[in-house]
């Protein structure tokens, strides 16, 4: 099992630009999330989903979006990059809400 | 609501002595708890997690911790510190919703 996969690891971006941050996951996973971790904040949930074509929002949704057409794969998008949005960016998924996390091990994202 | 506060956002301990990180927590619900470690520039792992089964949990590495409903805590703790423990440490909390809620971390450092 490769568990959970990010890609990419490194992403720089110019403002107003568009990107998409993969995940996937080989465990039959139904939940998994988005999170961004600054310094001094913890981790931020952004996005989650309980399911395959079942998403919704988390504590830092604006600016991104989100779909899940497959139990596998979960992207986040950022429609237009803003400095704001310069982070890590970390996919988690687990059996179920309130199991075990599994973590990617991460996507650094700098918007310039 | 849901909260998590980490008392110390640094904790600074010689090797072989006992480590204490702090966590306290405020939910509405009979809430999960979790800790995760975070090593430098790598993903999360957990550590440890409680789910209204016994109050004290035992996780990996010789790390522990009490679950003490009248104190709002989940306190970590470990007989002896080793230079391998040094990394960023994370209490989180989940109701019965869909969603986690990260601690801001405390910065763990092992002096030998």
């Known amino acids: 099992n490769a568990g959970v996969t990010q890609t990419p690891k490194f992403q720089v971006l110019k403002t107003g630009q568009s990107m998409t941050l993969q995940c996937a996951q080989d465990?039959?996973?139904?939940?998994m999330s988005w999170y961004r971790q600054d310094p001094g904040m913890g981790l931020r949930l952004i996005h989650y989903s309980v399911g395959a074509g079942i998403t919704d929002q988390g504590e830092v949704p604006n600016g991104y979006n989100v779909s899940r057409s497959t139990t596998e794969d979960f992207p986040l998008r950022l429609l237009s990059a803003a400095p704001s949005q310069t982070s890590v960016y970390f996919c988690?998924?687990?059996?179920?809400?309130?199991?075990?996390?599994?973590f990617g091990p991460g996507t650094r994202l700098t918007v310039t | 609501a849901q909260s998590v506060t980490q008392l110390d956002s640094h904790v600074s301990v010689s090797e072989g002595t006992p480590v204490l990180l702090r966590c306290n927590y405020s939910s509405s619900y009979s809430p999960s708890l979790f800790w995760y470690v975070q090593h430098p520039n790598k993903g999360l792992q957990l550590l440890l997690k409680y789910t209204s089964a016994a109050t004290l949990v035992k996780g990996i590495n010789g790390f522990e911790a009490e679950f003490k409903k009248s104190e709002t805590s989940f306190h970590l703790t470990k007989p002896s510190a080793h230079m391998s423990d040094a990394a960023e440490y994370f209490c989180?909390?989940?109701?019965?919703?869909?969603?986690?809620?990260f601690g801001t971390g405390t910065s763990l450092t092992v002096i030998p």
């Open positions: 465990m039959n996973h139904e939940y």
């Open positions: 988690a998924s687990s059996l179920a809400p309130n199991y075990e996390q599994y």
């Open positions: 989180v909390v989940s109701d019965t919703g869909n969603q986690f809620y």
